[in-house]
């Protein structure tokens, strides 16, 4: 493999591992919660993503994992709030 192949390779299971992990955080406070906590759920990827920027010394290494953690946690967070939110507008 090229070190190009290689490089598109990981940033593919980078983001690939953000949406995974912001989906199973969304569906455990779904199924935990009896109305779900969009402000936890939107505050713990940030968090992460901050942790992740602090302790990496390479700057532009992980940009994807976090562009990833930032926004599939705002399309989670809506997907979920989809029922609330149709409310508002009724």
Do not use: D, Q, R
């Not at 779900?36 to 390479?58: D, N």
């Amino acid at each position: 493999m090229t070190s190009h192949i290689k490089s598109e390779l990981s940033m593919l299971s980078e983001l690939l591992l953000s949406i995974l992990l912001t989906a199973c955080v969304a569906i455990y406070l779904y199924k935990t919660f009896e109305s779900f906590p969009w402000l936890p759920f939107i505050g713990i990827p940030i968090g992460l993503a901050i942790i992740v920027a602090c302790w990496e010394k390479k700057k532009h290494k992980w940009n994807i994992f976090i562009t990833g953690l930032i926004l599939s946690s705002l399309i989670w967070s809506i997907a979920f709030n989809w029922s609330s939110l149709l409310k508002i507008f009724h």
